[in-house]
Structure formats: C-alpha cells, structure tokens
C-alpha cells in the first residue's frame, strides 16, 4: 500500500506556521532536540503567538485515509500500542497571530505497525479493527491550543512517518460525541525527527514493522522545508525513548 493521494502539492489555500519555544533562526532550519536531551519543560508551555514570526507555508493533502465524523477527544489512542506523544498544536489567525478559540484540531495517523484504523490490512498486518483508533480532535482553548494525546505512528510504504491535521471552525457537537458541519481552513501533515524515529523504530512493536521505512529526505510530500513545512518541536519525556516524546508545532491558518 503506497498513500500515492499524498503527493506534493498546494491546494489553494495560504497557512502559515509560527516559531515558537525558540529563535526563528533555529526553527528555519528545522532545530530539533535529540533523544538524549530529555526536559519536559516544553510540554506544560503553550507557544506565544504574540512574540512569534509568521513564516508562509503550503497546505497538504488529507491523503486516501480521512474519515468524516470522528470523536471530540483529547486521547485517540484506545489503548493501542506503542511510545506515548503527547501534542500541543496552537491555531493562530495568519494576518495578525492572534490565537484562534474554539477551532477544532483533528488529527490521523497510522498505528505502530503501519495500519489506519478503517483500512486495517493494508500494510500487511492483521489485528482488530475499530474504524475509530488513532482518529479524533478536540477544541482549541482561548490561547489557541489543542492538547492531543496519542502514540508514535508508524510507517507505512512509501511514506515517512506522519500525522494529518485538519483544522475546521464553527463545528457543532453531536450527541454521540462526533461533530458536524463548519468550515475547514487548513489540511496539512505533521513530521518527526529522522534521529528520533531511527531510535523508534528499534523499540517495541514498531521493531516488529518489516515493512521499509521511507525517510524524510525519501518522501513525497516532505520538502525538507523544517517547521515551516510541519516539522514538530520534539522533547523528550524521559531518560529513554520508551518514555515518550511532547510535539509543539503553531499553526497559522487563513480565516
């Protein structure tokens, strides 16, 4: 299975991503700490638009594996395997950096073993399938921030590791948890750390994947671009790569 949907290109509309928790200097050239470097300060910081610089970047497909009307919720793992991620995605208005509230932050991504909940089988792996794992978002607060809960994904032929994103406003929540209707303002993708994943892969289940991983410099979408292209900020959680990693990225996008 080749995600051949995921192929480089604009879609029309502008989104921009702003350095945060470091030097717009740093962050140009995709600075990113490594595993040996463990601090958790980062995690408990929301990223501060007002002192930010709005750099331009391209939107990206949702690839052949989005499903409409996941759940609104902060942990989208349902008890699947694998290192703990812990996101916080700020939404800002690209014109003025101010945070954007209430927006809804949706992420998918592939389990440790490649597999999207819905498509389960397609990498070659065969394990349950709840149609929903790995699948969910939840609402921006007043500063803009959504706090997502969930695993390292795995890969899956043809592409590097990655999460979609979807941001959307003016959603309403539905009686089952799910939401409906609003306007959708961005669709891009996530990226990890070449280093960091290397150590990933080496761990449990990800090790148990045969499947070849395709790398950053490898891939289709990733333009090697850094945070302006949606590499995360990595911290690491703890002394080992077991324990985990908190992703920062702040995304400006067009009202």
């Not at 299975?1 to 050239?29: E, I, K, N, P």
């Not at 990113?32 to 990223?47: K, N």
């Not at 921030?145 to 890969?155: K, L, N, R």
Request: glycine share 12%.
């Amino acid at each position: 299975m080749t995600d051949t949907s995921d192929a480089r290109t604009s879609v029309g509309r502008r989104t921009v991503l702003v350095a945060t928790g470091a030097t717009a200097a740093a962050l140009a050239v995709g600075a990113v700490p490594r595993p040996e470097a463990p601090t958790a300060e980062a995690a408990d910081t929301a990223p501060v638009a007002a002192a930010a610089v709005c750099t331009l970047t391209k939107e990206m497909t949702e690839g052949p594996y989005y499903l409409d009307g996941q759940y609104v919720r902060a942990d989208i793992t349902e008890g699947k395997a694998g290192i703990p991620l812990k996101l916080t995605l700020t939404v800002v208005d690209d014109d003025t950096c101010v945070p954007l509230g209430n927006a809804l932050v949706e992420l998918w991504h592939a389990d440790a073993l490649g597999e999207y909940s819905g498509f389960v089988g397609n990498n070659g792996h065969t394990e349950p399938d709840s149609g929903t794992f790995l699948r969910g978002g939840v609402l921006t607060n007043a500063s803009g921030v959504a706090s997502i809960t969930t695993v390292y994904p795995g890969w899956y032929r043809g592409r590097c590791v990655h999460i979609h994103v979807k941001v959307h406003t003016n959603v309403t929540l539905t009686a089952d948890g799910s939401f409906s209707g609003g306007q959708e303002l961005h669709t891009g993708q996530l990226f990890f750390d070449e280093t960091i994943t290397t150590a990933v892969a080496r761990v449990s289940p990800y090790s148990t994947n045969r499947v070849t991983r395709t790398t950053l410099a490898q891939d289709s979408v990733y333009d090697d671009g850094g945070a302006a292209s949606g590499l995360l900020t990595l911290t690491a959680l703890g002394s080992s790569t077991s324990s985990g990693y908190a992703g920062t990225l702040t995304l400006g996008v067009e009202r």
